[in-house]
């Protein structure tokens, strides 16, 4: 599989784009996807919520198991994915895509997000 | 003793299909190879080929095999016809549950006692313990083979071009040997997926060559490679019980709702008679917790352990649950107090992180295949 070049990556397998206007989109990455199995539900932050990098601002639930989202940047959520909410599976088919998370007004970013190919690296 | 997890005969096999492994009662299995969404609709709608090679299987023989088995388990073995199987249980001296198994009789004086991978050894002593005084044999096959399952409704169909075994002379619960794609078979109607199926017990150096057989005769008619994780959906959706969710050793078979598998009517005495006729009596007079299914009106999932809750009071526990690919909404089993057991019971819910979550009371099983 393949990360995307223009993306950064957390280490807990969330994906964060470039902003614009500020704000960037959020995701989890294919290796996150495929690991969990098929995703049936998710909670994502409200639009106004304030997430902060590193902590808990939803949940990813599959088949087997439910699995914490973190926010890989700290600031104010404009906008979260519906479709995503009423199609899950989105999430598996086109992570990097249609199955984005949510979007956030980014206010602090921390210094330890990852390239693509440190990413790559990193998820093995 | 090492840890290393133990291989099937077809790990390199799963390997190279890309599975993501699993471990499973020391046994590194296939979870699943692509989606356990499209596996478990493959069972229901076409056929899945299952590695089953963790299960355990003891071998009973000797002019007091039925004795042996008669005293050890809590089912009667001695109306099992030749060449059919029966579905039982073998509990503590005090009752309790120490595993569900299925028990085939594959001679006059030989049976096949199959026990859950994970109670396996346990199943294995016990068995011995009380095969003392018995002119029996308990020999562990574990090794002896690998077990391999064809499940869904066009498994018939894919296994007959690979047999001239008689399949429609073969009932459900039933099993005969045979030759699946040149390859000698134990050739069982048996399954735990809900669906009409087969297990295939082998010879684990032919697993292999059986498996790449039933891959081509199955993939015309859409069998794919299926793993533990959809295995699991489809007995949640059968209603059928799991160790160490549904069956334990804190539960005989009367709390689980299964008293019907032990014969108290059989000829002599069964390990657990005393305790479980208390029991049975204890069922009659005072009903305990009852195994119900529960059906979500919203999306997020109940998993074993959580509370099912009613008017803000604990009235049971959820014991198994996952999404249902089939009904496409969450599903559990769970055991609840009497009193609100009933189908259609109103005001039930189940914890899910905090959030009392609404759910249907309904009966089991939540999916019963058309016949």
Known sequence: MSNPQQLRYSKEHEWLSAAEDGVSTVGITEHAANALGDVVYVQLPEVGDTVTAGETCGELESTKSVSDLYSPVSGEVTEANEDVVGDPSLVNSAPFEGGWLFKVRVSEEPKDLLSADEYTEFAG | ?371
């Open chain 2, 1 to 371: 003793m090492s840890n290393a997890p133990r291989l099937t005969a077809l790990d390199a096999l799963h390997r190279s299909l890309g599975a993501t492994m699993t471990d499973f009662a020391g046994w590194d299995m296939p979870l699943r190879y692509g989606s356990e969404r499209d596996e478990h609709n493959a069972v229901r709608t076409k056929a899945g080929l299952f590695d089953l090679s963790h299960m355990g299987e003891i071998t009973v023989t000797g002019p007091q095999a039925v004795d042996l088995l008669n005293y050890a388990l809590v089912g009667n073995i001695g109306t099992v016809g030749l060449g059919r199987a029966r579905y039982t249980m073998i509990c503590r001296e005090d009752g309790g549950i120490l595993d569900d198994l299925i028990v085939y009789r594959l001679g006059e004086d030989e049976y096949m006692v199959v026990a859950n991978a994970g109670n396996a050894q346990i199943v294995l002593d016990a068995v011995t313990a009380r095969a003392q005084g018995f002119d029996a044999t308990v020999r562990d096959d574990r090794d002896a083979y690998a077990l391999i399952a064809v499940q869904g409704p066009e498994s018939p169909g894919i296994l007959k071009s690979l047999t001239d075994a008689d399949l429609d002379g073969l009932k459900y619960y039933a099993g005969l040997p045979g030759t699946v794609a040149g390859v000698p078979a134990l050739i069982a109607r048996t399954g735990y997926t809900g669906e009409d199926g087969f297990e295939l017990f082998v010879e684990p150096q032919h697993a292999e060559k059986l498996w790449q057989a039933l891959t081509e005769a199955g993939a015309p008619a859409g069998l794919i490679p299926c793993g533990l994780s959809c295995r699991d959906t489809l007995r949640l959706e059968a209603g059928m019980p799991l160790y160490g969710h549904e069956l334990t050793t804190a539960l005989t078979p009367f709390d689980a709702g299964l008293g019907r598998v032990v014969k108290f009517e059989k000829d002599g005495d069964f390990v657990g008679r005393e305790a479980l006729t208390a029991a049975a009596e204890r069922a009659e007079s005072a009903p305990p917790r009852k195994l119900v299914g529960l059906i979500a009106e919203g999306r997020r999932v109940p998993r074993a352990g959580m509370s099912v809750v009613a008017d803000g009071t604990v009235i049971g526990e959820v014991t198994s649950g996952a999404p249902s690919p089939t009904l496409g909404k969450p599903i559990a089993m769970a055991y609840v107090d009497a009193a609100h057991a009933a189908p259609g019971t109103p005001g039930v819910g189940v914890d899910i992180r905090g959030t009392h979550e609404p759910y249907e009371v309904v009966a089991l099983p939540f999916y019963k295949r058309q016949k």
